[in-house]
């Protein structure tokens, strides 16, 4: 049974950190890119960044490029998303997810979610 558990989120102020972890089982992890995408109240899920299998290639929402980093560790089969210079409208669910593709940027055909951590950025 695949399962995908994301922790490492809580409150913080704008400006702020944060580190989400992502721990992966039951599936050949360094097999999968692996993703991370968010949502926020009342909005769609939306891409927020990916990772090749190898960890060679990263991919990024605009919105988030040059203040997140998504990294990989396929030793420990985990997956995380350095959140730096926080801001209000980062506030969501941040889930992680797997895919065989190469560079998976859509929500449409992840093959595998977790069930999400809250990340909340006061002003």
């Known amino acids: 049974q695949v399962q995908l558990v994301e922790s490492g989120g809580g409150l913080v102020q704008a400006g702020g950190s944060l580190r989400l972890s992502c721990a992966a089982s039951g599936l050949s992890f360094s097999r999968y890119s692996m993703a991370w995408f968010r949502q926020a109240p009342g909005k769609e899920r939306e891409f927020v960044a990916s990772?090749?299998?190898?960890?060679?290639?990263?991919y990024y929402a605009d919105s988030v490029k040059g203040r997140f980093t998504i990294s990989r560790d396929n030793a420990k089969k985990t997956v995380y998303l350095q959140l730096n210079s926080l801001k209000p409208e980062d506030t969501a669910v941040y889930y992680c997810?797997?895919?065989?593709?190469?560079?998976?940027?859509?929500?449409?055909?992840?093959?595998?979610w977790g069930k999400g951590t809250l990340v909340t950025v006061s002003s």
């Open positions: 997810a797997a895919d065989t593709r190469i560079a998976p940027t859509s929500v449409t055909g992840m093959d595998y």
């Open positions: 990772i090749s299998w190898i960890g060679d290639h990263t």
